[in-house]
Nanobody, 124 residues
Framework: QVQLVESGGGLVQAGGSLRLSCAASGRTFSSYAMGWFRQTPGKEREFVAAINWSGDNTYYADSIKGRFTISKDNGKNSLYLQMNSLKPEDTAVYYC?????????????????WGQGTQVTVSS
């Protein structure tokens, strides 16, 4: 079993930055790929970024490429999402998710554990 708890969301002006964190507990955090997803009301949860177990392989959605950076600290059992140059369209609830295998995947159905989400609101 894996428990995931996100933090770091909030209200920021367009062009600003936020850093999301995801604290993991339970099963061996360092062994599995993880990802960030986001969801707005009435829409499906969408892929944002993913990272492999060791942290040296990442993948990003085109909409955030060059602005967001995913990273992983296995010693601290933590996943991060550094978000720069934020836009109003980045407003969403952001979720971290963990697989129980590798490598990373894009589909929500390939992830086994989810956090409760943290709200990010970008004002124009």
């Amino acid at each position: 079993q894996v428990q995931l708890v996100e933090s770091g969301g909030g209200l920021v002006q367009a062009g600003g930055s936020l850093r999301l964190s995801c604290a993991a507990s339970g099963r061996t955090f360092s062994s599995y790929a993880m990802g960030w997803f986001r969801q707005t009301p009435g829409k499906e949860r969408e892929f944002v970024a993913a990272i492999n177990w060791s942290g040296d392989n990442t993948y990003y959605a085109d909409s955030i490429k060059g602005r967001f950076t995913i990273s992983k600290d296995n010693g601290k059992n933590s996943l991060y999402l550094q978000m720069n140059s934020l836009k109003p369209e980045d407003t969403a609830v952001y979720y971290c998710a963990s697989r129980t295998s590798n490598p990373w995947k894009l589909a929500t159905t390939r992830y086994d554990y989810w956090g409760q989400g943290t709200q990010v609101t970008v004002s124009s």
